[in-house]
């Protein structure tokens, strides 16, 4: 069984920094893709970052130049640094992975049960 494991969110002035992480656990054979998606109260599940396992990484438009994506392949953990927080990145945080829990599994996505981030202004 697969668990993605959050931590890191709280409440924060504008301006401010947070940072997340996610841990993958469980049986694990290989992960492909990890990364963070966020939801709005309303608002449709949005991309913030991933990061494959060579590294490359991919960001929504809206957090380019403010965020980091961060990746440990050796502790199956993902992380996010988020700087110059704005009132609108106020969201639940999804750890997402794509990965193959057995050698025998295709791969698939999982989440996290997310974390909340609010930005006060």
């Known amino acids: 069984q697969v668990q993605l494991m959050e931590s890191g969110g709280g409440l924060v002035q504008a301006g401010g920094s947070l940072r997340l992480s996610c841990a993958a656990s469980g049986s694990i054979f290989s992960i492909n893709v990890m990364g963070w998606y966020r939801q709005a109260p309303g608002e449709q599940r949005e991309l913030v970052a991933t990061?494959?396992?060579?590294?490359?990484?991919n960001y929504g438009d809206s957090v380019k130049g403010r965020f980091i994506i961060s990746r440990d392949n050796a502790k199956s953990t993902v992380s996010l640094q988020m700087n110059s927080l704005k009132p609108e990145d106020a969201a639940v945080y999804y750890c997402f992975a794509n990965l193959r829990p057995r050698i025998t599994n295709p791969s698939s996505d999982f989440w996290g049960r997310g974390t909340q981030v609010t930005v006060s202004s």
């Open positions: 990061i494959t396992s060579g590294g490359r990484m």
